[in-house]
């Protein structure tokens, strides 16, 4: 039997199907009761719970969403479950995504006169991509011939407010003992395209159209950060002046469900999770009147932390509530209090981050050979030994080994000094093949050759040497560092005014030797502020219709692509000189390697 997994066919014996047959029949037998209610809260990693979902490509997240009722929401898009998109071939790829279905409910000993409802809330694009028109958000019932029956149906529209919907089962034939119900979407299936994220999902009997109350009071989300310049940094760099490195205040949000306003007990707590050590640990103060059905936020405000001992500290920042939302006489066996308390942390180790370590979308310059860099002011000069990216795939499978198909997407890495608060001379620079992580938010880290002493400001930039997507992740929930982004368009660099967010590319200072360097400043890294050869490298004649040369002394090896990505020659050189003559006519990318340094030149072949 031939299955299909990534668009490639997967033979299966039939004992592993019998397996799986056997498998799937237990988990469809273990049938729910009433009441069902998951607000996502409690799930711990991007699945959904297992025994109340069955997951169709969903993920569990807490920042896609805007102003969510209470932390943690399903998201929707084109990728499935491992964050891949579930069409390779055609980039305009169009039809049905993600979708969430419940396990199978027990509504034999119900009947219509019980008035059952099923509520949740949904909002569309949040901080991900805005729905078109024609995608939509459909919600089905599963009746007792096993058909599903659209119930309810929402078609793209830019709202960044979560709405409530309750739904009526009212059909004779749902009231059977497998009902299930199913939430699906449909739209590009190229990527992270046409999001909705969806709520606090309740299904119970004795309600009505307008049971839009919960006894319940829910944290959602930390808004602010701990540190002004960066989400993360190097402890050695934090320590230099923590006070001029932190903000003083965090705000929280928190939704009432309750059909009255409330005040609000709160309560703060700040520890590092790597020591153990407690920071700060206190009530607040009752503040202000929380209305029903509203958003609202609440504040701590505090002294910055100044004595660590140790190098690596994970700050946990907690906000919670106190409530009474444990006993629930609608929700047996529910204990809505477990969404009191939402928490965020901050990092100090031994890297810079922008980002909060989630991609709401990917973004790729649409340029091959055009230039994106990112800038990183220092606190005291220090030296880079590697650097990590999230790379989120767009349109195309990374994982393909066949590189004419895809997944040959190289990149020029490069180290910039800074020439007046843009971008500079290059410092250190070499090719690498873009890697994805087998998980979405996922970080791979290139080491570098050598250690790269930085001096103040540098810059982190990247050439795309093809012509295939390479997308970067980008984190929307960081705006405020979007300026921190270049781009060069061949003439000139050029500030980013455009993408609202920041690039998730995190620079790893250096602890031990890395190619020969030692790790500290002034200790033998990279400290060129020239060519990484030590003069401009020349290339020449080109085009060429057959022998190359190049000025520069040292070069031992030579790489040829072409703009495809594929590798097309690969040989030791002695001398300044070589003869591709056999190269067909086209244009290629030449990398120059003295064993240490990279550097790559466009060149043009003619016959």
Request: with cysteine; net charge neutral.
């Amino acid at each position: 039997m031939n299955l299909y997994s990534d668009n490639r066919p997967v033979i299966i014996c039939r004992s592993v199907i019998l397996l799986l047959l056997i498998s799937l029949q237990s988990a469809y037998s273990q049938t729910l009761q009433l009441p069902f209610f998951d607000d996502f809260s409690t799930t711990i990693g991007p699945k959904p719970d297992t025994r109340l979902w069955i997951n169709g490509g969903v993920h569990i997240n807490n920042s896609f969403p805007i102003n969510q009722p209470s932390k943690n929401v399903a998201t929707f898009d084109g990728r499935n479950v491992s964050g891949l998109p579930y069409d390779y071939a055609n980039q305009l790829s169009y039809g049905r995504t993600d979708s969430l279905t419940s396990r199978p409910i027990n509504l034999s000993t119900y009947k219509p006169a019980d008035s059952l409802y099923l509520s949740f809330f949904w909002e569309a694009k949040g901080l991900g991509e805005l729905p078109d028109d024609e995608d939509t958000l459909l919600v089905s019932f599963r009746n007792r011939k096993g058909d599903w029956i659209p119930a309810w149906k929402q078609n793209g529209i830019r709202s960044d407010v979560f709405k409530q919907e309750l739904v009526a089962i009212k059909d004779t034939s749902y009231f059977h003992a497998n009902f299930q119900f199913r939430f699906e979407a449909k739209g590009r299936q190229t990527g992270a395209f046409d999001n909705w994220h969806l709520d606090y999902v309740y299904l119970n009997k004795n309600r009505n159209a307008k049971d839009i109350y919960t006894k319940d009071i829910a944290t959602s989300k930390i808004t602010t950060s701990y540190l002004k310049r960066y989400s993360a940094m190097p402890m050695r760099q934090f320590k230099v002046n923590p006070v001029a490195e932190v903000n003083d205040t965090l705000r929280a949000q928190m939704f009432n469900f309750q059909p009255e306003g409330n005040f609000v007990p709160y309560a703060w707590k700040i520890q590092d999770i790597v020591s153990g050590k407690v920071y700060y640990d206190a009530p607040a103060p009752v503040f202000g009147n929380l209305p029903p059905g509203i958003v609202g936020s609440r504040q701590l405000i505090f002294q910055p932390i100044t004595d660590f001992t140790a190098s690596k500290a994970i700050l946990k920042f907690q906000f919670s509530v106190t409530t009474s939302d444990n006993v629930q006489p609608n929700l047996p066996g529910y204990n809505l209090a477990l969404n009191d308390s939402v928490s965020t942390y901050t990092i100090l180790d031994d890297y810079y981050a922008y980002d909060d370590g989630t991609a709401e979308i990917g973004a790729d310059f649409d340029q091959t050979l055009g230039k994106v860099a990112i800038q990183y002011v220092l606190s005291k000069p220090d030296s880079i030994g590697a650097i990590r990216f999230n790379f989120s795939p767009y349109f195309n499978n990374p994982y393909l080994k066949d590189t004419s198909v895809s997944g040959g997407q190289y990149f020029l890495l490069q180290i910039l000094e800074s020439n007046k608060g843009i971008p500079g001379k290059t410092l250190y620079q070499q090719s690498i093949r873009a890697q994805y992580g087998k998980v979405i938010d996922n970080f791979v880290e290139y080491p570098l050759l050598e250690n790269v002493v930085v001096k103040d400001t540098f810059y982190v930039a990247w050439t795309k040497i093809t012509q295939e997507v390479i997308g970067v992740g980008v984190d929307k929930n960081t705006p405020q560092f979007a300026n921190r982004i270049f781009y060069n368009d061949g003439n000139s660099w050029i500030r980013n005014t455009s993408l609202k967010g920041s690039l998730m590319v995190r620079p790893v200072v250096a602890t031990k030797p890395a190619g020969g360097g030692t790790g500290g400043p002034g200790s033998g890294g990279v400290t060129s502020t020239e060519e990484p050869f030590g003069e401009p490298l020349i290339v020449y004649p080109n085009p060429t219709s057959g022998l190359l040369r190049w000025n520069v002394t040292g070069i031992r090896h030579i790489k040829i692509f072409d703009m495809a990505g594929r590798e097309v020659l690969s040989k030791k050189v002695e001398s300044q000189e070589l003869n591709i003559a056999n190269l067909p006519a086209n244009t290629y990318l030449v990398n120059f390697s003295d064993g240490k340094k990279n550097l790559i030149h466009k060149i043009v072949v003619i016959h």
